[in-house]
């Protein structure tokens, strides 16, 4: 697909002189989604984002394409209002022909004003701000803090989870193996899933592995199952996948090293080091500037069961999902079509992204070889009419089965899902 030139909107607003102290500090949205007053237009979070010049903020938002319209910031601190600052709207340019695409508003704060929560206004004067949903704006106080002083090393990025998904055996098994590869933070937009998924994600969110992120878009759309608006119909991609993985950079920016953005059955693998923090120290020596680095996904089919059954575990009979373990066939990527990758990023280093490559960042992209680092990804296989002698044997995961293994049964039986379904 070609990619169209992002689209940027500048509006000018007439300064507004600082108001008394208002109840601006009463009107924080709690929501992941607040709908924008007087438009059609969706508003996810703010950030402080000084990187490019002449901004210091960024919201993230959902935009409808054909209803842009001026918009003006409006900060807060302390009870007291700002005066407005023009908006630069800037449209990401993927949006697969649907009507709502992801958007960042870009915001100046008025000089000498110390912004804590922002909003968006229609028109450059507000008579009565207190109705207004406020923003808090986030990484204010953590800018400019050093990588190796972060909270996290690794943060794991799951967009979205919908419909009845209930995959328990399979997320189970990839959580425990990020948690082994060195993973501190899993963060998930969840707008459904199945009943024995949803207990096993709060108990990992209760632990302060998983944080989940609600996202009822469709509450407020009609998102769609597909990526393809003239095939899978609805307002939006994927039930807003593009803005979810670029709302986790911002959210992962000054508090972790590294952000993985992968789907809920994919695997980043090193296959020649124990770990992900071993695997990236290689890589960051070798290539410095380097902001993102792209991992080729590896299709192992989950028709095809290791012969031996030897990971055909009795405790997991009555788990709902997919055993990995027993799925060693990989699938050669056919190299005449287009082949996707996911990334690891540097978060700092990344502006925006789409699903399989960042659109704008700061360094260089590294695409790293197949036997230093794959994508293990069990799913129905791509290339269906390949024989078991045309696929590679890769028992990789076999590697950490001594402690996959019984951190998974722990696991399950912690929140009790082996005994509710036998």
Same mark, same amino acid.
């Given at each position: 697909?070609?990619?169209?030139?992002?689209?940027?909107?500048?509006?000018?607003?007439?300064?507004?002189?600082?108001?008394?102290?208002?109840?601006?500090?009463?009107?924080?949205?709690?929501?992941?989604?607040?709908?924008?007053?007087?438009?059609?237009?969706?508003?996810?979070?703010?950030?402080?984002?000084?990187?490019?010049?002449?901004?210091?903020?960024?919201?993230?938002?959902?935009?409808?394409?054909?209803?842009?319209?001026?918009?003006?910031?409006?900060?807060?601190?302390?009870?007291?209002?700002?005066?407005?600052?023009?908006?630069?709207?800037?449209?990401?340019?993927?949006?697969?022909?649907?009507?709502?695409?992801?958007?960042?508003?870009?915001?100046?704060?008025?000089?000498?004003?110390?912004?804590?929560?922002?909003?968006?206004?229609?028109?450059?004067?507000?008579?009565?701000?207190?109705?207004?949903?406020?923003?808090?704006?986030?990484?204010?106080?953590?800018?400019?803090?050093?990588?190796?002083?972060?909270?996290?090393?690794?943060?794991?990025?799951?967009?979205?989870?919908?419909?009845?998904?209930?995959?328990?055996?399979?997320?189970?098994?990839?959580?425990?193996?990020?948690?082994?590869?060195?993973?501190?933070?899993?963060?998930?937009?969840?707008?459904?899933?199945?009943?024995?998924?949803?207990?096993?994600? #709060?108990?990992?969110?209760?632990?302060? /592995?998983?944080?989940?992120?609600?996202?009822?878009?469709? +509450? @407020?759309?009609? &998102? %769609?199952?597909?990526?393809?608006?003239?095939?899978?119909?609805?307002?939006?991609?994927?039930?807003?996948?593009?803005?979810?993985?670029?709302?986790?950079?911002?959210?992962?920016?000054?508090?972790?090293?590294?952000?993985?953005?992968?789907?809920?059955?994919?695997?980043?693998?090193?296959?020649?080091?124990?770990?992900?923090?071993?695997?990236?120290?290689?890589?960051?020596? #070798?290539?410095?500037?380097?902001?993102? /680095?792209?991992?080729?996904?590896?299709?192992?089919?989950? +028709? @095809?069961?290791? &012969? %031996?059954?030897?990971?055909?575990?009795?405790?997991?009979?009555?788990?709902?999902?997919?055993?990995?373990?027993?799925?060693?066939?990989?699938?050669?990527?056919?190299?005449?079509?287009?082949?996707?990758?996911?990334?690891?990023?540097?978060?700092?280093?990344?502006?925006?992204?789409?699903?399989?490559?960042?659109?704008?960042?700061?360094?260089?992209?590294?695409?790293?070889?197949?036997?230093?680092?794959?994508?293990?990804?069990?799913?129905?296989?791509?290339?269906?009419?390949?024989?078991?002698?045309?696929?590679?044997?890769?028992?990789?995961?076999?590697?950490?089965?001594?402690?996959?293994?019984?951190?998974?049964?722990?696991?399950?039986?912690?929140?009790?899902?082996?005994?509710?379904?036998?």
């Amino acid at each position: 697909l070609k990619r169209q030139i992002f689209k940027k909107i500048t509006y000018k607003s007439i300064p507004k002189p600082s108001g008394p102290p208002s109840a601006c500090s009463m009107r924080i949205s709690k929501q992941t989604i607040t709908p924008l007053n007087n438009t059609k237009h969706l508003l996810v979070s703010a950030y402080m984002d000084q990187r490019v010049k002449d901004f210091d903020i960024r919201i993230i938002g959902i935009f409808r394409r054909d209803s842009i319209q001026p918009l003006h910031c409006f900060f807060c601190c302390a009870g007291y209002l700002s005066k407005t600052t023009p908006a630069t709207i800037l449209q990401h340019p993927d949006n697969f022909g649907f009507p709502f695409v992801t958007t960042d508003v870009m915001c100046q704060i008025p000089q000498n004003f110390n912004a804590r929560r922002v909003t968006l206004l229609t028109t450059p004067e507000k008579e009565s701000p207190s109705t207004d949903q406020w923003l808090p704006i986030r990484n204010k106080d953590t800018v400019g803090q050093k990588e190796e002083n972060m909270q996290f090393d690794f943060t794991v990025c799951i967009s979205n989870l919908f419909g009845d998904y209930n995959n328990v055996l399979q997320f189970a098994q990839t959580l425990e193996m990020y948690k082994l590869l060195g993973v501190n933070r899993v963060v998930i937009y969840n707008t459904s899933c199945g009943p024995e998924l949803n207990r096993l994600l #709060q108990s990992y969110s209760d632990e302060g /592995f998983v944080e989940m992120v609600p996202w009822p878009i469709d +509450k @407020h759309l009609n &998102p %769609s199952r597909g990526w393809l608006h003239s095939e899978h119909g609805g307002d939006l991609h994927y039930f807003g996948q593009l803005t979810t993985l670029n709302e986790c950079i911002y959210r992962s920016m000054e508090r972790s090293r590294y952000v993985l953005l992968n789907d809920i059955d994919e695997i980043i693998m090193p296959y020649q080091h124990d770990d992900l923090m071993s695997l990236m120290n290689t890589l960051r020596n #070798q290539h410095p500037n380097a902001g993102v /680095f792209l991992i080729e996904n590896h299709i192992f089919p989950k +028709k @095809h069961f290791e &012969p %031996s059954g030897r990971f055909h575990l009795p405790q997991w009979n009555g788990v709902p999902g997919i055993n990995i373990l027993e799925h060693i066939y990989r699938e050669d990527p056919a190299r005449n079509i287009y082949h996707p990758h996911k990334m690891i990023v540097r978060p700092r280093m990344v502006e925006w992204t789409s699903v399989h490559e960042v659109i704008k960042n700061f360094g260089e992209c590294y695409k790293v070889p197949l036997d230093v680092c794959r994508i293990i990804h069990v799913r129905v296989a791509l290339q269906g009419s390949l024989t078991l002698e045309q696929l590679n044997v890769d028992k990789r995961l076999w590697d950490f089965q001594e402690k996959l293994i019984p951190n998974v049964d722990k696991v399950l039986k912690r929140v009790g899902i082996k005994d509710s379904t036998r």
